[in-house]
């Protein structure tokens, strides 16, 4: 009798897989799309411009230290990267709602990744789950 696939690690595997994958993306659009602001229009929004290039700096971060989670130091740096996401959407979430006139033009994080659907509110949030289940490496 064929053994069964232990099914909890092929979802683990593909969790991980999905959670890099979307980061890496939004590392590609974040850094292609802040370096077209700040090199062609950064006096019009340069709060924005510069959160956005911060926003795709740690999208990078977190690609790589998630990808490589299994090593204690890269969880680690993981862990921090994305509570300072978090920090940055939930902070410029907020600010972006309550003073608008701060951003004349949206960042990533502006009003909590609305426009990106929610997703930069709601992807570093599965990642720290994912980091809180996935097994670490001896």
Not at 19 to 47: C, N
């Amino acid at each position: 009798m064929p053994t069964k696939p232990n099914t909890l690690s092929e979802r683990a595997v593909g969790s991980h897989r999905l959670i890099v994958a979307t980061y890496a993306v939004l590392t590609l659009a974040g850094l292609g799309r802040s370096s077209f602001q700040v090199l062609t229009k950064f006096d019009e929004a340069p709060l924005a411009y510069v959160l956005s290039v911060v926003a795709a700096s740690l999208y990078l971060v977190v690609t790589i230290s998630v990808a490589l989670s299994a090593r204690k130091i890269a969880r680690l740096v993981a862990v921090v990267a994305l509570v300072i996401e978090l920090a940055g959407v939930l902070g410029v979430g907020a600010l972006s709602i309550v003073r608008p006139d701060l951003f004349p033009d949206a960042t990533v994080w502006s009003q909590f990744g609305m426009g990106y659907l929610f997703i930069p509110l709601v992807l570093p949030m599965l990642g720290l789950w994912w980091l809180r289940k996935a097994p670490v490496a001896s």
